[in-house]
């Protein structure tokens, strides 16, 4: 399959490594064509591995994973295009995480408690399906569940359409290890509120607990 | 001992009872000295149950639980005298939700992100050690930690005074099951905006599992 990722970051390569690794096509999209760190990554993964604007990025994919600070998310989307995501499922990994007031971090105001990037995102969107997935994990978690309890740990997933989620499964599944039973899908878009706020929390564990390789299990 | 109980709803009723099943006495306090709600839970749990006001309450108990609604606890401990909290342990397992958008609940805007109700309360009690514990799991998880899952499954606290903290815990694990290499500190009052952030999703997790008696295992 061809992908799409919006962003050059440490979430953004190890996703487009990781499927690459899989045997996809891959493009990785930046404000510019000519990014370091896109054309660094293009050349270590070899011939499946491309790079362009985020308006390339969008375009190429079939499916398309956005993995931008949430500072900077809704300029790159218009500067993608919106006609670009058309049918198209997206994944948002976004966090409006602000570190500006110190660790651990809060929510940038206007994403937060009665509104979230995932909604966001859907609005700049429309024609899209947005699957909110994957943003509640470190990125090396992200992409093989396996390597904290042996894949025995939830992902929290939310969403408008029921088919795209189903496809988001799958794909985290057949890529990224994620056993099916252990995705929870929590509802529409909206859910995106909770999902997305429970990420100050988790930095928090994470200072606690020394290390970011973990995550929780939803016991009865 | 005495313990002093600010609320008589479900949580604050639970939380008595369980301790005078363990031989505590227990005094629950409202506004109002003749509480109807209060006066049955008195009346139902013998010889060492007993009701007041708020302010009775806190001279009353050695150790203090603050179990009321977000949106009514600052009134609550204003009636209740900051002086009767003076180097007291006070246990705060308020959340400030707000239903009135609907479902999952929101936080009430004033606790929300870069506040919480666990730094108001340090706040409006500067001489109490104040514990953020118990507030992200259901009430009669609370008073048993292994009716899920054998008790392997976390409790997040965080609070200003170290000691304080290990007494809670060591309160936690003799009474209410917890076992202590579960209960984790996430460090001062200002980590309440953490765990209190997380009650909406834990709203949104009981919706998708359809019970409340559940909790996060952190794995790694």
Redesign the interface.
């Known amino acids: 399959m061809k992908f799409g990722i919006l962003g050059t970051g440490g979430v953004g390569q190890t996703i487009g490594s990781a499927l690459i690794a899989k045997g996809h096509e891959v493009m990785l999209g930046s404000r510019t064509a000519a990014n370091e760190k896109a054309v660094a990554w293009t050349n270590a993964n070899g011939s499946n591995a491309s790079n362009g604007t985020f308006a390339d990025a969008a375009a190429f994919g079939e499916v398309l994973f956005i993995c931008l600070n949430g500072n900077g998310v809704i300029d790159a989307l218009q500067s993608a295009g919106a006609e670009n995501f058309n049918n198209k499922v997206v994944i948002d990994l976004t966090n409006p995480l602000d570190f500006s007031?110190g660790m651990?971090p809060?929510?940038l105001?206007q994403y937060?408690?009665?509104w979230s990037l995932g909604e966001e995102i859907q609005k700049q969107l429309p024609t899209a399906f947005v699957v909110k997935a994957l943003n509640t994990v470190t990125a090396n978690l992200m992409v093989d569940a396996n390597r904290?309890?042996d894949g025995?740990?939830n992902l929290?997933i939310c969403g408008n359409d029921v088919d795209a989620k189903i496809k988001v499964k799958h794909l985290l599944a057949d890529n990224f290890n994620w056993k099916p039973e252990f995705i929870?899908?929590?509802?529409d878009i909206k859910?995106a509120?909770?999902?997305e706020?429970?990420v100050?929390?988790w930095?928090?564990?994470m200072?606690?607990?020394k290390?970011p390789?973990?995550?929780?299990?939803?016991?009865?």
């Open positions: 007031k651990p809060s929510l105001p937060c408690n009665t904290v309890n025995h740990h929290f929870l899908d929590l509802g859910h509120r909770m999902t706020a429970i100050p929390f930095v928090a564990v200072q606690a607990e290390t390789m973990f995550n929780y299990m939803i016991v009865t």
